[in-house]
């Protein structure tokens, strides 16, 4: 079934530093590709998300980029701030398909 | 508009105890998902309903039974607790597209 690998599990960066977090899937019929954070105590909210038929997306200090022939998409985010400091989860699923499914998350530690 | 409401918060359970989670949504979603969060697992699939009166296994469904019942609300049912059921517990929904809206969350503990 489908799998999806996050990397790493945690990263801590200084404000103010880009951090990045590497996601892999296994189905080639994946095409969208969202991305989760969730905070302390707090449920996973959709922060950005990327469809197959896009190389790369940015709103503000995120980016997201796909590369479907490796089958890995990454999140990118500048300029850290402590307020970023939290858990992020990478998923994929199918179009037409029912199912998303959750990389492992990688916590992320902004120190100020 | 409350959106996605799971019953109860928190709740503790001795082995061998049954329990139903609730999930209410008021967005009109056809599609409702339940989800355990352990440490280090990310958010797993444990069982998913694509439409009133209709479910699917996820990728953990052993020791869990839903139903949908009502288009709003998806239960999850546990008919005999085991520890390795301890977890966060979240409901999702969403429509057609793929952004899914999640619910606050159930912690569960199962001594």
């Known amino acids: 079934g489908e799998n999806v690998e996050q990397h790493p599990s945690t990263l801590s960066v200084q404000e103010g530093d880009s951090a990045v977090i590497k996601c892999t899937y296994s189905?080639?019929?994946?095409?969208?590709f969202p991305w989760y954070k969730q905070e302390l105590g707090k449920r996973p909210q959709l922060i950005i998300d990327?469809?197959?038929?896009?190389g790369e997306k940015k709103d503000q200090r995120i980016a997201v980029t796909l590369n479907k022939t490796a089958k890995h998409f990454s999140l990118h985010i500048t300029e850290t701030q402590p307020e970023d400091s939290a858990v992020y989860f990478c998923?994929?699923?199918?179009?037409?398909?029912?199912?998303?499914?959750f990389g492992a998350g990688t916590r992320l530690f902004v120190k100020a | 508009n409350a959106g996605v409401t799971q019953t109860p918060k928190f709740r503790v359970l001795k082995t061998g105890q049954s329990m139903t989670l609730l999930c209410a949504q008021d967005?009109?979603?056809?599609?409702m998902y339940w989800y355990r969060q352990d440490p280090g697992m990310g958010l797993r699939l444990i069982h998913y309903?694509?439409?009133?009166?209709?479910?699917a296994k996820g990728e953990v469904p052993d020791g869990y039974n839903v139903s949908r019942l009502k288009k709003q609300n998806f239960l999850l049912g546990l008919e005999s607790a085991a520890p390795s059921q301890t977890s966060v517990y979240f409901c999702?929904?969403?429509?057609?597209?793929?952004?899914?809206?999640f619910g606050s969350g159930t912690q569960l503990s199962v001594l």
């Open positions: 998923a994929a699923s199918k179009g037409g398909g029912f199912k998303t499914i």
């Open positions: 967005m009109n979603h056809e599609y």
């Open positions: 999702a929904s969403r429509l057609t597209g793929e952004k899914l809206f």
């Open positions: 309903s694509v439409g009133e009166g209709t479910t």
């Open positions: 990327i469809r197959s038929n896009v």
């Open positions: 189905d080639s019929a994946s095409n969208y």
